[in-house]
């Protein structure tokens, strides 16, 4: 056996011997905007009093008149982080101490983090196997009296099953928040993805499609919600009077503005969406089309009349079907120089703040406001994907060429037909 084809794990050559590119959105207009703004002097334009201020400054205005024609909403509404709009969601929508969320236990901390600020109980509903989104049938499920709202989380990129899920929401008269943090141009049977809730968040922050450092957006097409959203980032205690004498009494405000340079970049990065998300959807698509066919692994499916955008790329893991543990596989991979993780993040629900029942201060606020327990929580699906099938590569992490895929495609299907080698080693043969 040449040194090409025996596994790198082994004594062998890795198929990719130097790291690949950062991914980088970043260019000379960005520069050029960051620039304007810092010579305007102005690097914030919010007045916490009541006027136009009150909605921030030119280039906050301005992105976010040009977010709501992109993306065909009656309002979006920026703030400094996509986790600042979930909290800020939560307030919006009226969430009380106690009120029950539906959340999927397999996202980031954020998108169950938010209700429990308000004293909201997060109520974990497992996923669908295919594309990881909470499950629809099971939501309904766990539907009872206390429940105020769903969050859907279109995860990796790609939409939940949203149009139903708004449909069980508006039948409950409870509110679907989407948490689209990953998927910017998601959609669903020509919508996108975002703006089938009564509010869609999205997320700036460094790490996704595009950004501005850190930030995020918050869409809906209810004139109420958008209103309350409004007082929530700015401190809006200080105006309700602004809506017409305290129509809007029980609003707490807090300072969740974004800058002017971050809207001046967000500006030029929104022009700019459509060709960032394609090129990391090209890779995903490339990297699919290489590797179908392989025993034990399953690329990202993608429902009928979806876009996934592919802010992870995960392929699933049949261990028995490979003939190889996730772990092992994982290992050889790496040793190609294939970067990738294994499993997203451990369900949620295994957080000490659930299993314990303690979030905010020392009595168990909001827990001891609801009978529901977590520690012995198991969501199959969560479990199943996390402990053994995932295999994650971010396509937002690299800028590859199509060599670059190409390399990724050989070190996979190098490890797959290598699994002979690894367990013969193994058996000591
Ligand atoms: C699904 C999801 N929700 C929320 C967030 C929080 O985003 P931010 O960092 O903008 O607060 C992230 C960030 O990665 C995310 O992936």
New binding site residues.
């Given amino acids: 056996m040449s040194t090409s084809e025996r596994l790198a794990l082994l004594g062998g050559t890795p198929v990719i011997s130097k790291p690949f590119a950062e991914y980088q959105s970043m260019g000379k207009a960005e520069e050029e905007a960051v620039q304007r703004v810092v010579r305007s002097g102005c690097l914030s334009g919010f007045f916490g009093s009541p006027g136009p201020e009150f909605g921030g400054g030119p280039e906050v205005r301005g992105f976010e008149e040009a977010w709501t024609a992109h993306f065909g909403v009656a309002h979006t509404i920026s703030v400094n982080?996509?986790?600042?709009g979930?909290i800020a969601a939560m307030g919006a929508i009226g969430l009380s101490p106690g009120d029950e969320v539906i959340v999927p236990p397999w996202?980031?901390s954020?998108?169950v983090a938010a209700p429990i600020f308000y004293g909201g109980i997060p109520v974990f509903c497992d996923i669908e196997a295919e594309t990881f989104c909470i499950d629809p049938a099971l939501v309904k499920t766990l539907i009872t009296a206390k429940t105020k709202a769903i969050v859907a989380?279109n995860?990796f990129g790609h939409p939940a099953r949203l149009a139903e899920l708004r449909d069980i929401a508006d039948t409950h008269g409870i509110y679907l928040i989407e948490?689209n943090?990953?998927a910017p141009l998601g959609s669903e049977h020509g919508r996108f993805s975002g703006t089938i809730g009564h509010i869609g968040i999205y997320?700036?922050?460094f790490?996704k499609h595009i950004h501005t450092g850190?930030?995020?957006m918050c869409v809906t097409n209810d004139d109420n919600l958008a209103t309350r959203l409004r007082l929530i980032r700015n401190h809006g205690e200080n105006c309700t009077e602004m809506l017409g004498g305290g129509a809007i009494t029980n609003m707490l405000g807090m300072n969740l503005r974004m800058t002017e340079m971050s809207a001046a970049v967000g500006r030029v990065q929104l022009a700019g969406v459509d060709a960032h998300v394609e090129a990391r959807e090209k890779i995903a698509h490339k990297l699919s089309a290489g590797l179908q066919g392989l025993a034990g692994l399953t690329p990202p499916v993608v429902r009928d009349g979806c876009r996934h955008n592919y802010y992870v790329w995960m392929m699933k893991i049949d261990e028995e079907q490979l003939g190889l543990s996730r772990a092992l596989f994982s290992e050889a991979l790496s040793a190609e120089g294939f970067p990738h993780a294994t499993g997203y993040v451990a369900p949620l629900y295994r957080l000490p703040m659930f299993r314990e029942r303690i979030a905010i201060g020392r009595d168990g606020w909001p827990f001891s406001l609801s009978e529901r327990t977590y520690a012995d929580l198991h969501c199959p699906v969560t479990e199943d994907m996390h402990n053994r099938r995932a295999l994650l590569f971010e396509p937002c992490a690299y800028d590859l060429s199509d060599a670059d895929v190409d390399n990724l495609i050989a070190a996979m299907r190098k490890v797959h037909a290598g699994r002979g080698q690894l367990n013969a080693h193994l058996s000591g043969a």
């Fill in positions: 982080s996509a986790t600042s979930l996202t980031m954020a998108s989380v995860l948490d943090a990953q997320s700036l922050n790490h850190e930030g995020g």
